[in-house]
C-alpha cells in the first residue's frame, strides 16, 4: 500500500481543485460564446432571409429554428435576431418568439423570450420610454416604446395575447443574477408600433 506524505496529499487536493475550477469557468466561457458565434451565424441567415423574400433561412443545417426579425434597442447599442421559436435549444442561440402568441407586428400582443444572463441581460437597465426598432422578414420596420415592467410568475404573466394592438412584451426569468431556476419572470411590456 502506497503512502502519500502530507504535502503531496496537499498538492495533489490543490491541482484537483484548481482542474474544477478551471472546468466551471470554461462552461461558463462556453455558455457566452456559444450565444455570440450564434448571433454571428444568425446574422447571415437574416441576410439571406431579406434576400430571398422572407422565406425561413436556417443558420446551420441542423438547426430547429431561424431568424424571423431582428430588434434594435438604439439606447444601450444592443443589436439581436429573434428566432422562430422559444425552446430551450433555440433559447441558447437566441431571444425567441413564443408561438402560441401571434406572429410579430400582428394585432394582439406577441411574446418574445430571452435567457437573463445572455441576451436579455440587458432588459435589467432599460426604462419606461426607451425604443425598440423592429425589422420583419417582410421588412416592414416597427418602433416601440417601453410601457411597463412587471415581475410575474411565469404560470401567471397577466399576459393576455389575444389583447394589444400590435404590441410586445420581453420576457426572461428573474432575478437577473440569479443561477437557479426560478418560476418568476420580469416582463417588459412595449406599444404604439408604427410602420417606417
Known sequence: MVVLGIEKTLALLTALIVVIGLCFCGHGMYIYAKAEAAQWLMARAWSQTLENGGAPTKAWPWADTWPVAYMEVPKQNIRL?????????ALAFGPGHLTTTPALGSFGTSIIAGHRDTHFEFLQHTTI??????????????TYQ??????VDADKSGIDPQIGEGDLALVTCFP??????????????????FSS
Open 81 to 89: 435576431y429573434i428566432l422562430s421559436n422559444s425552446s430551450g435549444e
Open 146 to 151: 417601453i410601457t411597463d415592467f412587471r415581475i
Open 129 to 142: 420610454g426607451d425604443t425598440i426598432h423592429l425589422t420583419l422578414k417582410s421588412k416592414l420596420k416597427l
Open 176 to 193: 437577473f443574477d440569479g443561477v437557479t431556476r426560478t418560476k418568476k419572470r420580469f416582463v417588459a411590456r412595449a406599444s404604439q408600433p
